[in-house]
């Protein structure tokens, strides 16, 4: 089957770091992208990894490695309005289609 | 430029009636979806179309669901008979051909109850 596996929780404080892993097996591979979802809202998509490597996005960095099927997210220099679920997402069956296939998802909790 | 417009926000319905949401992707992209979030199931695609022809419709649970795209401006999902378990918040987003990876535009979504 085809899966991303992702911790359910994670909790910081402000101003620390924090890292989002995300584990994939799916039938294709077409990039790992990120997702951030606040309490009622709407995704936004935060980044995009093509190739193995760390992508630089102001605070946040995400990484891929294909050759171990994972990716993380990188939050520097959290803040409250941080406190937010994050999704990773990869797209299924290769670049023929473009069906995303998102994680369980991980609600960060940012505390003061 | 307006983001992907999403109507009604929120459905209250009783079980059996038919429930019909709206949907104005954002203009010029090529690609439309829709989505269904639950805590159980998480974020789930149902259909998608690519210049208003459907493309995988794998995701739509059974023949109660159905989506249209008239027009690149507008499309519908519609349950019918709608039951507790339809009960959702239904994500529509669209993203050009040329978009940045797999960057899709989400819509404030509409919160389904089916009672």
């Known amino acids: 089957g085809q899966s991303l596996e992702q911790p359910s929780e994670v909790t910081a404080v402000e101003g620390a770091i924090v890292q989002i892993n995300c584990t994939y097996q799916?039938?294709?591979?077409?990039?790992l992208s990120w997702y951030q979802q606040h309490d009622g809202g709407a995704p936004t998509f935060l980044s995009y990894n093509a190739l193995d490597g760390l992508e630089e996005t102001g605070r946040f960095s995400s990484f891929l490695s294909r050759s171990d099927s994972y990716g993380y997210l990188l939050l520097q220099e959290l803040q409250m309005k941080d406190s937010a679920s994050y999704f990773c997402a990869v797209r299924d069956g290769g670049g023929a289609t473009n069906k995303l296939i998102f994680g369980t998802g991980t609600l960060l909790a940012v505390q003061p | 430029d307006a983001g992907v417009i999403q109507s009604p926000r929120h459905e209250v319905t009783e079980m059996g009636q038919e429930v019909t949401l709206r949907c104005k992707p954002i203009?010029?992209?090529?690609?439309l979806f829709w989505y269904r979030q639950t805590m159980m199931r998480g974020l789930e695609l149902l259909i998608y179309?690519?210049?208003?022809?459907?493309?995988?419709d794998s995701g739509m649970p059974e023949d109660r669901f159905s989506a249209k795209m008239p027009n690149a401006s507008f499309s519908t999902l519609k349950i019918q008979p709608s039951e507790p378990r339809d009960s959702a918040v239904y994500f529509c987003a669209s993203r050009k051909l040329a978009g940045v990876g797999n960057e899709q535009f989400f819509g404030p979504g509409t919160r389904l109850t089916v009672l």
């Open positions: 203009s010029g992209h090529d690609y």
């Open positions: 179309f690519n210049n208003n022809v459907p493309i995988d």
């Open positions: 799916t039938s294709g591979f077409y990039g």
